[in-house]
């Protein structure tokens, strides 16, 4: 359950774009390749585009080859929330942002240690935040 309550995470999705909207809230996926996250290498953080919480940082973030930002971990242990998905003919692992409940993506068992996940995330519900003195 997200930490917000209803009519706040109500009042956040107002002045969403649809297409985030679509992502976080229906759970859409965008195509791969598309977001300009992938070619991202600045230090920083990747915070929740619904809700600002940090859900992601540089320093678990790798190229994956898969077409979206991929993660090896999140940024903390409450950052994300998971639950199983069925849409496919296999089961797949969700992941939710915790504060607001906002869809991220899905986590794969195939990425590198120390964790051996992968986070692969849908860009677009990601907001970049540099370091300070990144440019």
């Not at 774009?17 to 990747?46: H, M, W």
């Not at 677009?124 to 440019?135: C, K, Q, R, S």
Request: negative net charge.
């Amino acid at each position: 359950m997200p930490r917000l309550s209803e009519d706040a995470i109500a009042k956040l999705r107002e002045g969403l774009p649809q297409d985030v909207e679509q992502i976080a809230f229906f759970e859409g996926t965008e195509a791969p390749g598309c977001s300009p996250l992938n070619a991202e290498k600045r230090d920083g953080t990747y915070n929740c585009a619904v809700c600002s919480e940090v859900l992601f940082t540089s320093a678990q973030k790798y190229e994956s080859g898969s077409g979206w930002p991929s993660f090896w971990a999140p940024a903390n242990d409450q950052a994300l929330e998971t639950k199983r998905d069925f849409k496919l003919i296999m089961p797949r692992t969700e992941f939710h942002c915790a504060n607001c409940g906002a869809h991220g993506g899905h986590v794969f068992n195939d990425g590198p240690e120390p964790t051996g996940l992968r986070y692969c995330v849908n860009g677009i519900v990601l907001d970049f935040h540099p370091n300070e003195g990144e440019h």
